[in-house]
């Protein structure tokens, strides 16, 4: 689940800033800005739509316009949706306090700053939201992983409401289906709904709930999967029970 590339263009396709974050790519920006610009003017103008994603394949371009300006990402199919769209409106909002100067914009060149660089690699990374709560965030994986080695839990993980992946024990596709179950919540504005739970092929039991803590004052997904012999009762017991553990962390 990686981010690969970012840019930043103009409707005209002139790069303003580019930086690849994996080496699995080597984008040709004097191609690929372009290609961006055209297609987004084609989705605006042919078939009056907003384009915000383009899939290909395993992979999944997520664009993001404000004024004249285009940006983009790139990145697996598999990162959420949720946390590409959070890391645009990060990096919107560092170019237009820096960046949006006439010395830059009017002369079309692309914007060479390891201060900038090191910034944008710190939002890609989600550093901030982790920095921020760090500690209580290494308090609840010191639970989790109290409560595997307890055997109350086979595995765990957990998630901002961003999309940000602060830990997991789960295996990959579990994962993966607690992120789209987490967009899901937030894109149809259920995320209030109280916690929720499905049963695996194979007996296992997978039990998630979105957890606020007051003091301080965020809010994210914890996913817990259970094995084959724990009863639905005591795993959703369980889970509420985890529930107020993390929230007595504080």
Partial sequence: MKIHSLFILDAGGCCFYSRNFTNDFNLNVNLITPFFSAIITFAENVIARKMEILEMGDLRFVFKKRNKFIFAILADSTVSILFIHSRLDRVMNVFFDLYYKPEYLDSCREIEDPELDKMIDSIIKGEEEILKNKEFYQKVIDLFKEQISKNEIIGACLLTTKGNIIYSSLPNQILLDSLHELEIRFMT??????????QLENGQKVFSKIIHVDKEDIDFLIVLLFETSV????????LMKVGKMIKNLV
Avoid: Q
């Fill in 189 to 198: 504005g259920v995320e209030s709904l109280p916690e929720l739970f499905y």
């Fill in 231 to 238: 009863p639905l009762g005591m795993a959703e017991l369980n």
